[in-house]
């Protein structure tokens, strides 16, 4: 969690709140957890929609990928179910179609009777055009109410939820979507700053239409492609070639330093123009990229043995201000910080030699660990997002991969699921913690309970208590997961559990993993690449490093007898079962032996 230093004195407990969870949504070092989730009650019928579509169409064979056969497995239909009903609200208009029509429609629907769900969700959406303003109007009313109960930070929370969702949904990017919140309420809203004022700016914002930008691209290549695209026709109105941008002007000190370098003479150099509308200049950056590999694909076929390398830097200009155009940095940034210190990595280079050359461990094994972040390598290398996230699907793919008739997929919802599971309580409790320890000697002295030398606290509903109650006013966000907290793992006066909180977790990972493995034949079988699925690789990445340091540091540890990747499956197989059979304690699950270091993710 992100410690924000508030310049206004002023706030109110849910305008501090409404500051902090948002950078927390958007920042791509927060938890996964805690970062913006890829669905809201309206993309996820757009998602069902698709899938329903390409099921119609042949290209998804198996309707249990949308709707489990098994009652303790989930699908997308159940996400979709989840989201529309319950206590929280939906913020969907509901007019032609009712919400019990449609909930018992996907409740019951199979391959046989699809299609009018394909049609209700079609018209449901169809009048629910006004879907963002809805979703804006209800925060402008949460916040002003300024109800710091944990019901209503609940629904601030989950409403703000949705409205990033829909925001990255309608093309808004994450990057820039952060870079506003912090402008907008961190930085410029200081001490007598009005916070209305503010937020009716971010309001017009993300109102705003799509508008028009220019991004250009610098390319050094041979003289035979020089030649060649000098000469070829480009059938593209989007796109233009010149060799110099002598006509731009800028207007901040540092982008008139770096103009005279990037529009420096090369002896076989060419600026490409794309014009592209979007809601922001990251996004105008993302269209422009996928605009000039299509072009550079049709360069290459005939010209592939040839070097061309696309500068790491584009300028990006707005139509609205061309002179306050600013250099980008031409890479796709996924989510996800990975704290490896120097002492960790000293670790790991010595954890991974040993494994390599221990004759205990049988060499698949051995195999597997290689290729896996041979793969895990190769992806953070990659350009392309399809070429990370197959790059990662790999990668994981081979460590859960056996020669027996269980597929692979399901394998990984199984074995996967389980290792996550038994860190996942560990994980994110020991991040509160870790918010704890950042806060000053003073404001620690609220926390009672808290003990520095010894973690038993985490145990005691008392301490989750105590830091919701005396943190709620100076600390909003972290008393409100402090309470998160206390909710899932202490009901109704029974010894502290975390039996929803992990049933939650699987739920979620079995249909994201679902949905990840559809992507994935997406991008082999039908050579997608329109996938936009920058958050999804996030998670592929994280999933391959995460059960990658747990194998390393299960391997690493000395013994007498055989090791291999199928023993510690097992082995977390009976750990959680025993956990799972004495009722999911927390202090069982705070026990666990788990990698936590490496990442924050």
């Known amino acids: 969690m992100q410690k924000i230093s508030h310049k206004n004195s002023t706030l109110s407990i849910c305008q501090r709140f409404f500051i902090e969870k948002s950078l927390e949504l958007l920042y791509l070092g927060s938890m996964d957890s805690y970062r913006v989730k890829l669905n809201n009650p309206k993309t996820i019928l757009k998602e069902l929609k698709y899938c329903l579509q390409e099921f119609e169409t042949g290209r998804i064979k198996h309707f249990h990928t949308l709707k489990a056969k098994e009652k303790d497995k989930k699908g997308a239909i159940d996400e979709a179910i ?11 208009f509901f007019k032609s179609i009712s919400q019990k029509y449609l909930e018992q429609s996907l409740r019951t629907i199979d391959e046989f009777n699809y299609r009018k769900v394909i049609f209700s969700i079609e018209i449901l959406l169809s009048e629910n055009d006004q879907y963002l303003e809805t979703v804006i109007a209800e925060l402008d009313l949460l916040v002003t109410a300024n109800n710091s109960t944990i019901i209503s930070l609940e629904k601030l929370d989950y409403t703000l939820n949705i409205l990033f969702s829909e925001l990255i949904s309608n093309g808004f990017s994450k990057g820039f979507l952060f870079k506003l919140v912090y402008g907008t309420f961190v930085m410029s809203l200081g001490e007598g700053s009005n916070f209305n004022d503010h937020f009716q700016n971010f309001k017009t914002r993300i109102s705003d239409s799509n508008v028009e930008h220019t991004v250009i691209f610098r390319v050094d290549t041979t003289h035979k492609v020089y030649d060649a695209i000098s000469t070829i026709s480009i059938s593209n109105p989007k796109l233009s070639l010149s060799d110099n941008i002598n006509n731009i002007r800028l207007k901040g000190m540092r982008q008139r330093e770096e103009l005279p370098s990037f529009n420096a003479p090369g002896n076989a150099r060419k600026f490409i123009h794309c014009q592209v509308t979007a809601t922001d200049y990251l996004s105008a950056l993302k269209r422009a990229r996928s605009v000039l590999s299509e072009y550079l694909d049709v360069i290459n076929l005939g010209l592939s043995d040839e070097s061309l390398q696309i500068y790491h830097r584009a300028l990006v200009i707005d139509s609205r201000s061309p002179q306050n155009g600013n250099f980008q940095h031409n890479v796709h940034i996924l989510d996800g910080k990975y704290r490896v210190t120097k002492d960790h990595y000293l670790e790991f280079t010595k954890k991974l030699p040993a494994i390599l050359n221990d004759h205990l461990i049988i060499n698949e094994t051995k195999e597997k660990i290689k290729s896996a972040i041979r793969y895990l390598r190769l992806g953070n290398q990659s350009t392309e997002v399809e070429h990370k996230f197959i790059n990662y699907w790999i990668g994981l793919e ?15 919802k199984e074995h996967f699921i389980n290792a996550h599971c038994l860190a996942y309580v560990k994980r994110n409790v020991h991040n509160l913690k870790n ?16 003990n520095v030398f010894d973690d038993s606290f985490l145990k005691e509903e008392s301490f989750y208590k105590e830091v919701f109650t005396n943190l709620l006013s100076k600390f909003p966000l972290l008393a409100y997961r402090g309470m998160k907290l206390k909710q899932w793992f202490f009901k109704n006066g029974k010894t502290g559990n975390a039996k929803d909180y992990i049933k939650a977790h699987k739920e979620h990972l079995e249909i994201h993993f679902t949905r990840i493995y559809r992507l994935r034949n997406e991008i ?21 490093t995460f ?19 199928e023993e510690y499956f097992i082995l977390n197989e009976i750990k959680l079962g025993n956990i799972e059979q004495n009722g999911y304690l927390l202090a069982d699950l705070l026990n666990v032996d788990c990698s936590l270091g490496f990442i924050s993710s």
């Open 547 to 565: 059960i990658l340091n747990e194998l390393i540091d299960f391997l690493s540890k000395p013994t007498t007898d055989r090791k291999s990747i």
């Open 82 to 92: 989840n989201l529309l009903s319950g206590d929280k609200p939906n913020y969907l």
């Open 435 to 450: 918010d704890i320890i950042q806060l000053s000697t003073t404001d620690q002295t609220l926390v009672p309970t808290y």
């Open 398 to 412: 081979y460590l859960f991969s056996n020669y027996e008739s269980q597929h692979t997929i399901n394998r990984i």
């Open 524 to 544: 082999i079988h039908d050579a997608a690449t329109n996938t936009n699925n920058e958050q999804i690789t996030s998670n592929l990445r994280y999933y391959l």
